[in-house]
DNA sequence: TTGTATGCGTTATCAG
DNA sequence: CTGATAACGCATACAA
């Protein structure tokens, strides 16, 4: 066998692109023509051309090279997608409503991962950007290495989502972390438990780590002194403190105690940490975790959760920013969407 | 404020990008030796050319634009990756050791997922096409509506990840299915069970779900008739027959009954379906499934895995493709990674 | 070694 | 309404 063969398949040479030039050949108009008709439809053409390059297209089965008219226009058809980090299922799962929305609007995604390396943002968005993008949806934390602000992503809109950015003037879509904790905590307190321990990683400058960390000490602040609560971040792999964290809070017997974490990857460490310390969910310790993983009804005897809309949060990040793109022009807006609680056996009334 | 706050702002007005013509007029060379420093570094240009025109490509932070490029050489730096299913943690990790790899080698991912819709997958290597992506990673069944067979996709090189495809002329990188079924059978055959049955989302023309039935079968053949062996397969949410098969295996108490799940899906849903009948795995069942996910360790007395090298997987995938891309012409390679048997709880002996 | 001219596939600006 | 023609930003054959 020759070299290249596949480029050289006998059936379809490589699909030498058919251009504009070979319809207007082929309907017997000008370039001009043809382009009009892909752009204006008949709009702007007489009836019997409109139907003659219509057919054309058609017959040579035509379609228009995104590239040369991303190059003209100055547009691409593409959304650059930034997220913090593929592992975490949290942003897989935004990635996928955001991929099916904008793929139903005709747009492709270009997926960049800055594996939570903050100095990789700029180095994604001017990549992206490059690539003549038509706007941005950042999971990241925006924070910028050397510079002062720099709020305009090249001048194209962007959509931030569950990461806030320092004095953002973007479509913000998220979580109501505040009402969300409300809710966590309304139901462990319903539930009996009275010495609650919030456990997140750690804060560092991620908007949504802080927001849930503060509802929380506000929830606590707001009831009687009658329920103790504390918060503590935990390192990557500092499987010793929380452990040592855990101790603590059990040992207060006088009051029930219950966990309440930050996100899946918490509610995983927690509830592994439990088990080594022999005690059952639910029973010896109260557990409630930010994300509903598919995995929650099966971890001991079911971790209670509060289960964020995922795919509605990519979604709506998706839509918004594809309106902004069509030039929709009002201030920034915030859309936040309510989780839901789904309770289970870790967080059984006594 | 006026409209276009973000495009107009001050500071730097929506980058009015520079372009190869503004670094030949600030060097006073013509475009062509800008390009040609580009392209081929100071080989094709006297040391003082080469360093002027350095000097002002730094000076105006220029960078060429891809899209301009892409146009030209019919090459793009992009490559298409074709998902069947984002919600498979499966592909996502892939995904995430393909994006990685292509960064680390100047590629950027386009992302398309067609959300195990068979008939999208034509749609997504069209698109994807059009843009002029260099080559492809294949996630899909490779099934192709009405035509025949058509292997090539419009000449450019491809990899198939985990799914083989019919006369497949591409490489083909996956888990060594027979080896870690053999694997899987040896260890709960250790472990004392003697009653085995494989359990299986639908086989459809999914290439690594049948291969693993099949080695599965033979695993079971060539063992003595002291070892039974059956598999099923179980439809999308068909909780009812996978309650009765497994309450089927149950029932011969004269024979240790375990279970291999094909993906960690179908684990999911056995240990929830174990669970409901309020049995103990490795105890009253034994079970093992393909797929270490995060939550294996968690899952009732944890749950014994054949771990997927999935990172390397990934990587692997897109290594071959960047080659191919690159020239490498030789025959189809196959591209089988170990997977690692991960024991726990719910494959105890005895 | 360097510059000139041409074209990649489209769209937009002109005339006609 | 339609058709030349000139860009878009870049790479290359060709000429110098």
């Known amino acids: 066998m020759p070299s290249k063969t596949l480029q050289g398949a006998p059936k379809r040479a490589a699909a030498a692109k058919t251009t504009i030039a070979d319809v207007a050949r082929k309907a017997g108009v000008s370039k001009a023509t043809v382009s009009r008709f ?68 005709g747009y492709l995604v270009i997926l960049f991962n800055i594996g ?11 990549a992206l950007t490059s690539y003549q993008v038509e706007g941005f949806i950042l999971n990241t934390s925006g924070y910028l290495p050397g510079k002062a602000r720099q709020s305009d992503h090249y001048g194209k809109p962007a959509v931030l989502v569950d990461r806030r950015h320092a004095d953002m003037q973007e479509d913000f879509v998220s979580l109501d972390n505040a009402s969300a904790m409300g809710t966590a905590v309304d139901h462990l307190i319903d539930a009996g438990y009275r010495e609650l321990l919030f456990v997140t990683q750690p804060l560092s400058n991620v908007s949504s780590r802080i927001e849930r960390e503060t509802a929380f000490r506000h929830c606590i602040a707001g009831r009687s002194a009658k329920v103790g609560g504390a918060s503590q971040e935990i390192g990557e792999d500092d499987i010793e403190s929380l452990e040592q964290a855990l101790r603590k809070l059990g040992k207060r017997a006088s009051r029930r105690p219950a966990i309440i974490t930050g996100n899946a990857v918490m509610t995983l460490r927690v509830a ?16 409630i975790g930010f994300d509903d993983a598919e995995w929650a009804p099966l971890v001991g005897p079911g971790i209670t959760t509060i289960a964020q809309p995922t795919d509605e949060l990519g979604r709506m990040a998706a839509r918004c920013l594809i309106e902004r793109i069509g030039g929709f022009d009002l201030p920034p807006r915030q859309i936040l969407l309510t989780g839901k609680l789904v309770a289970r056996g870790s967080t059984m009334p006594e």
């Open 116 to 126: 939570n390396d903050r100095a990789r943002e700029q180095e994604a968005i001017a």
């Open 38 to 105: 892909l752009n204006h439809g008949d709009k702007l053409l007489s009836a019997d051309i409109a139907r003659r390059v219509e057919a054309a297209i058609a017959s040579l089965r035509y379609t228009p090279s995104p590239m040369a008219q991303s190059l003209k226009r100055g547009k691409s058809g593409l959304i650059g997608l930034v997220v913090a980090d593929v592992a975490n299922p949290y942003s897989v799962a935004v990635l996928r409503g955001v991929e099916t929305a904008c793929r139903e609007a």
């Open 272 to 287: 592994a940490a439990a088990a080594r310390l022999g005690w059952t969910l639910g029973k010896d310790i109260g557990l």
